[in-house]
């Protein structure tokens, strides 16, 4: 079970591990996590940042060093980290590794409701789906192939992951939709009766608890 954290917004995590390789103020730690797309990684809420520097610090996993001024600019405080906030970053790297967590996904939630629409229409939607997951894989694939050329792949082990995991969904949504299209997914029949009757969600709902929906498929 995931440790609950002084400051358990991951954006966190990520400053933590910006300012493990020196000092800044929170203007170079955004520009930082941007520049290195931190945000293809992570949650991030770039409105957040200030209160989550803020945070770090109240808990004494930041300290602050001093300040500096640029011309005309506000002055920026810069921020260091301190021991336990090294060790905090350590630990919770190693619980995130470590330990599978359900991650909430937009499609996931999709998914649980799709017999809202008729399968006709799954089909016709999950294909544009798929259309859209080629250009994502080949994008992530072809970053990939030219950072490897001059970035270690030890700071690279995340975009293989996202990439493998792309092309695990497309895998995935290739079946459903040919299941599907070739009529061979369990229920389908029953599936498309409760959309050319019009059923009502709650008749639908009596129907699969009595095991209505069985003598749908057998017929």
Do not use: C
Request: glycine share 4%; proline share 4%.
């Amino acid at each position: 079970m995931a440790q609950r954290r002084k400051v358990g917004n991951l954006l966190a995590l990520a400053v933590l591990a910006t300012l493990a390789e020196r000092p800044m103020h929170r203007y170079e730690i955004a520009a930082t996590l941007k520049e290195r797309g931190k945000e293809r990684d992570m949650d991030i809420k770039w409105g957040s940042l200030y209160t989550v520097v803020r945070n770090l610090e109240k808990h004494g996993l930041l300290e602050i060093i001093g300040n500096e001024r640029a011309g005309a600019r506000p002055e920026r405080t810069i921020y260091r980290l301190t021991e336990a906030g090294r060790a905090e970053a350590d630990d919770w790297v190693r619980e995130l590794l470590a330990t599978p967590e359900p991650e909430p996904r937009r499609f996931v939630s999709a998914l649980s409701i799709a017999a809202m629409l008729p399968p006709d229409d799954v089909v016709t939607l999950l294909t544009e789906r798929l259309r859209r997951l080629d250009h994502d894989i080949a994008a992530e694939r072809e970053s990939l192939a030219a950072e490897s050329s001059r970035i270690p792949r030890l700071f690279l082990i995340e975009s293989e992951y996202r990439a493998a995991m792309l092309e695990a969904e497309r895998a995935w949504v290739t079946a459903l939709r040919d299941e599907l299209t070739a009529g061979t997914f369990a229920g389908v029949d029953f599936w498309r009766r409760m959309h050319a009757e019009d059923l009502e969600p709650a008749e639908v709902a009596d129907m699969v608890e009595r095991g209505d929906f069985r003598q749908s498929n057998d017929a």
